[in-house]
């Protein structure tokens, strides 16, 4: 679902499959992103998800980078593009063998 949230915005999405965060941060640096999330179970609660936001470098995004992105979600005020321009998920596999 969120995929396909950011297909219809016209990003780029590669997906590194399962992994924990550290390989997360690994392939997003790796791979030349601009970012990445990566959704996790919470630790406290298992019936709760977290989302790790990361920059270009695999590090967390600023307290600032966070509320922008809240505020944005709240709002609903999202881009999106034309069915034409929506870009395939790219798998990446083997990414744990790339570390």
Known sequence: MLA??????????????DGITPLHRFAVQASGCQGGIHVRISSQRADKINMVFTNER????SRSQERKIENTL???DVRRVEAHRILPIVPVPDMADAM
């Open 4 to 17: 396909c949230g950011l297909q219809s915005a016209g990003l780029e999405v590669l997906d590194f499959g």
């Open 58 to 61: 695999g590090g967390n995004i």
């Open 74 to 76: 709240a709002r609903e």
